[in-house]
């Protein structure tokens, strides 16, 4: 969602999220004729992003088919399943595939380094034991985002300022 959203705002788009899980072919429908109408308005594209893809059925996938074609909406999919057996085949030759995989430990401890000292972040007023920050980094399993909740959630058990080895388990 993070980097649909970085490319909407990149490339001067209107941004929709939808999720498979609660949209349907009614809100496909809807947000088309908006993003035809914003487009003959005002010039400006739509790019849809669409969480958890793989829950549309044949039918809901082929619905944005035309849409995608026709240029009327550009399409982002999210998805855990393997797109080569989830994704339709018709939806799939028109879009491009991206793996995204898990940080390497390393990634993660540089990025919680740095939100510890980072102005706008924990500004210094939090320390992790070496210990501390293994068992965040470990803990992650690559996920920038969850090792910054566990850091946060962390401060909260700070003594002082500095997060020991048992506060983080």
Known sequence: TTLARLMAESFDVFFVP???????????????QEAKERLQESGQRTLLFLDEVHRFNKSQQDL???FVEDGTLTLIGATTENPSFEVNGALR??????VLKPLEAGDIRLLLE???????GFNNLIKLEPEALDNLVSWS???????????????T??????VLAEDVK
Do not use: W
């Not at 030759?93 to 991206?98: F, I």
């Not at 399993?141 to 401060?155: K, M, P, S, Y």
């Open 18 to 32: 939808l999720s498979a899980v609660t949209s349907g072919v009614k809100e496909i429908r809807q947000v088309a």
């Open 64 to 66: 944005l088919l035309p």
């Open 93 to 98: 030759s028109r879009m491009q595939l991206y």
């Open 114 to 120: 740095r939100a510890m000292s980072h102005l706008e």
């Open 141 to 155: 399993d690559g996920d920038a985002r969850r090792a910054l909740n566990a850091l946060e959630i962390a401060t």
């Open 157 to 162: 058990y700070a003594d002082d300022g500095v």
